[in-house]
């Protein structure tokens, strides 16, 4: 697995000690009379964003201070890290040497010359990144030291940090245009187009409904309602019965009856229609078991927030359906495993929303994450990940995942039992399961699984050894993937590389058999195989002659008509990233993605996710071919996206900076409308022919950088509640008129009221019912004008508090009520209703 073996004299083969405690994930002693790993104090620190001899590059450092009363010497041992970025490898100044081991995988280590460091001295190790740092995500992180006396003893450098970027030569970004800080003024700015509502403006359903009627008095909720409902909404039956405050009578409250039946003009099987009258109670009809379950929560968003004096629902009648079938959320659990309990609480907060397709992101080249029968190293090795001088025992450390093969973020799958478990838990609250197998690429946690498989069938004598082997021992093709792996695509020549397709594919449909969940497509990847792959393989040429192809993009199509039969033969469907819909070709010289007519009567559905420059329109132009397509556009939908440029604020920035109301401003059928810099001049638009093969839009959330599960919740929420809003509703008036100026006073209107009801009603209804979201408070906007400090916050209604003594401000701080007139530092910071502080902003008023 590592590439970074230790000196021959000091390697062990597999019946040696230090190898067999590697496999069984055992700690050995570090050699004597040299410096601990665990000892170690370690400081990350970005110098210059621009490098002055470097331009386009990032100069950062490493200051690793001794703590031990022991010399790190000056050879036998390396530093090893993760970073997403290239760095450039060589000899450094101090006589060290960078190197890259595999993809993000680098290491430090001492050249001849080198003076070692002894006990309580620091040093200062300096290195260039090839492009331009701007978001602290892609700094170093998970160091651990090897020595090469004990190759298989990896101790993580705990005492690490990365220190702030603050410095104006840190901030420079003359050579990465578009990259410009946001500042407390800006925010300030932005967050004008909305004001604070009276409670009764405030929309009451998010999202927004087909039709409301308001009706003109109050129900009163005197005691728990009486459910009746027939014996198949009984799951329906209990989510009514939860919906209601503890704290009421037992008895005594209003009627509320559930059912399934015909909703007036609705043929969405997901149609509702909810009527609360004061004399006969609360009625809702769906035209199937998920439409009374929608009704459910939109009558959870009309209930008052817990707590209220004298609750009570509004008199009214609400008809509705969803604008679109598909309403998507993706769950990357590969390059950072999540356990179920975190997928069950993003499967109550889908449904919650009305989202109702759960694309579970199972596979990558840092993991596989569901257990298959009949290939235990899938899991064994391919769903861990920690240090090992020898090859085939586990996956590297990746995205800070460190030397320990228990730590929870690298390691981890779901068992069968784990799988059947959320799969009846997702059809419970009407979510379809998605799994997704990634292939081609994307593919290394499997490529290195059943390579160990082969090698350990061959050593004990199995004839079947090869028999799922995913790469051509001979293949000396170059080529690097994104994240830099040149060892990570299966092999399209190999049958051993559709046995295992099949294999795979055959037990993932028994897997929702037993669970008693249907099972319509299996995503199968299709995601960012580099070029250069295959063309030096002698199994992927002689397929080629074989079957008359051209050239490997030839091979591409001949990969997935294989895989497409595997999975009709189960009475699946193929669904994929959009490259499985297009094909590659050069225009100008220039490389670009066209609609493959191969495929567009195969039934496919594509996931378009490039609109960045050149491909803003791809997703409309494989609508307009023929593709089904589901919506997930880089800079409208990718959850892992940072809200902005500033150096703390979490997240990546490969494709976009996505803000909440760039994700509220998507237009599905007309997405290049409001682009900036008309950069929808000259773009395919959507056919009606197009329009009809649009399945709906999907949230994406990418885990590079998420190892904690409250940074799924700052990333995704409440973003993922615009992305239902879109999902759900039909376009709003300000997304279709043609009248420039008119469109915008009506988005001001549709904006205010939609930040009003997440501020006021929906993220409090979280607060107080205890559910432990840790959404994203974002930092108030702040303006110094005439002496005074103005703040505002995108979210209105969120309280917010302020200091004058450049303290951090505290939930018994002093609320902002207008204008803060004092002087000095003002820091402000708004706070959620159980006095939870979001970021703080901060201005001089001197």
Same mark, same amino acid.
């Given at each position: ?61 490493? /200051?690793?201070?001794?703590?031990? &009363? ?82 298989? $003893? ?53 999202? $927004? ?11 009163? *909720? ?44 609705? &043929? ?7 009527? /609360? ?179 350990? *069938? ?37 049958? &051993?590389?559709? $046995? ?12 929702? #058999? ?6 319509? =497509? /299996? ?89 960045? $420059?050149? @491909? ?75 329009? #009809? ?42 997304? =279709? ?79 902002? @009520? ?29």
């Amino acid at each position: 697995m590592m590439a970074a073996a230790a000196p021959a004299a000091a390697r062990q083969d597999g019946q040696g000690a230090p190898a067999a405690a590697a496999m069984r994930g055992e700690r050995q002693a570090e050699p004597p009379g040299v410096a601990s790993g665990a000892r170690l104090r370690l400081r990350w620190e970005l110098q210059r964003s621009v490098a002055e001899a470097a331009p386009g590059r990032t100069q950062g450092r490493f /200051i690793l201070t001794n703590n031990d &009363s022991q010399p790190l010497p000056p050879g036998g041992w390396s530093l090893y890290f993760n970073s997403m970025d290239s760095l450039a490898t060589g000899e450094l100044a101090g006589r060290l040497v960078l190197e890259q081991v595999a993809g993000g995988l680098w290491r430090l280590r001492p050249a001849p010359g080198f003076a070692g460091l002894a006990a309580g001295r620091t040093l200062e190790i300096p290195y260039l990144h090839n492009q331009v740092m701007i978001k602290l995500a892609h700094a170093p992180v998970g160091p651990y030291l090897v020595y090469d006396a004990a190759p298989d $003893t990896a101790v993580a450098i705990t005492d690490f940090q990365h220190l702030p970027v603050t410095r104006p030569e840190q901030l420079d970004r003359r050579s990465a245009p578009g990259h410009a800080l946001v500042t407390p003024a800006d925010t300030y700015r932005r967050n004008q187009r909305a004001g604070l509502l009276p409670a009764a403006a405030v929309p009451p359903v998010l999202p $927004t409904p087909l039709q409301l009627q308001p009706g003109g008095g109050t129900l009163a *909720l005197s005691g728990q309602p009486a459910v009746t409902a027939p014996a198949a909404l009984a799951t329906e039956a209990a989510l009514a019965r939860s919906l209601f405050p503890a704290s009421l009578p037992p008895a005594g409250g209003p009627a509320l009856r559930l059912s399934v039946g015909s909703v007036p003009g609705q &043929s969405s099987p997901e149609a509702y229609r909810l009527a /609360i009258a004061a004399g006969s109670g609360i009625d809702i009809v769906g035209n199937s078991a998920a439409g009374v379950a929608h009704g459910l929560q939109t009558l959870r968003e009309l209930l008052p927030l817990p707590g209220a004096a004298a609750p009570a629902l509004p008199e009214l009648t609400i008809v509705d359906a969803p604008r679109f079938g598909y309403r998507g959320f993706m769950l990357d659990v590969s390059r950072n495993f999540h356990g179920k309990e975190t997928v069950f609480r993003w499967l109550d907060l889908m449904a919650r929303f009305k989202l109702n397709k759960f694309h579970f992101h199972l596979t990558e080249d840092e993991g596989w994450r569901l257990e298959i029968a009949g290939l235990p190293e899938l899991t064994s090795i391919g769903a861990v990940r920690g240090h090992s001088a020898k090859p085939g025992v586990r996956l590297q450390p990746a995205y800070g995942s460190g030397p320990d093969p228990k730590d929870a973020g690298g390691s981890g799958f779901y068992s069968r039992a784990d799988y059947i478990e959320i799969l009846r838990y997702a059809a419970a609250r009407h979510i379809e399961v998605i799994p997704e197998i990634e292939m081609p690429g994307h593919a290394r946690a499997a490529v290195q699984a059943m390579e160990a498989r082969y090698h350990r *069938l061959k050593a004990a004598g199995g004839r079947d050894a090869a028999k799922y082997l995913l790469k051509d021992f001979a293949d000396r093709s170059v080529y690097k993937s994104p994240q830099m792996y040149n060892d990570h695509v299966m092999d399209p020549g190999l049958e &051993s590389t559709y $046995t295992f397709i099949e294999h795979v594919v055959a037990e993932v449909v028994k897997l929702h #058999r037993a669970a008693g969940v249907p099972l319509r =497509t /299996i995503y199968m990847g299709g995601d960012e195989v580099p070029d250069g792959a295959w063309e030096r393989s002698p199994a992927s040429q002689a397929r080629m002659r074989k079957a008359g192809l051209e050239s490997t993009v030839d091979l591409w199509d001949d990969f997935y008509e294989r895989v497409d039969r595997i999975l009709r033969k189960h009475g699946l469907f193929t669904s994929g990233w959009e490259e499985i819909a297009a094909r590659k070709t050069l225009l100008d010289g220039k490389p670009k993605l066209v609609p493959n007519p191969r495929f567009t009567r195969h039934g496919f559905t594509a996931y378009v996710w490039n609109n960045t $420059t050149g @491909a803003e329109d791809l997703a409309y132009r494989l609508a307009n071919a023929g593709y089904d397509i589901v919506l997930a556009p880089v800079t409208k939908m990718y959850m892992d996206m940072a809200h902005n440029a500033n150096p703390e604020e979490p997240g990546v920035n490969w494709g976009a900076y996505v803000e909440l109301d760039d994700v509220y401003g998507f237009i599905p059928f007309d997405y290049l409308k409001n682009a900036p810099g008309g950069a929808g001049a000259g773009k395919d638009r959507l056919t009606d022919v197009g329009k #009809r093969h649009v399945r709906g839009i999907q949230a994406t959330l990418f885990t590079e950088t998420v190892r904690d599960p409250a940074l799924i919740d700052y990333l995704v929420m409440p973003r993922l509640v615009a992305v239902a809003e879109r999902a759900w509703a039909p376009d709003p008036a300000w997304a =279709t008129g043609s009248d420039a100026a008119r469109n915008e006073a009506l988005y001001r209107t549709a904006w205010s009221g939609f930040v009003n009801a997440l501020g006021q009603r929906v993220l409090p209804r979280l607060d107080l019912e205890g559910r432990g979201v840790a959404y994203r408070i974002a930092p108030p906007g702040l303006l110094v004008e005439g002496g005074r400090v103005l703040a505002n916050h995108v979210l209105p209604g969120l309280a917010l508090r302020y200091t004058s003594d450049g303290s951090a401000p505290t939930a018994t701080s002093r609320v902002v @009520a207008g204008p803060i007139a004092e002087r000095g530092t003002i820091r402000v910071a708004a706070f959620d209703r159980n006095g939870r502080a979001g970021a703080v902003a901060s201005v001089d008023n001197p």
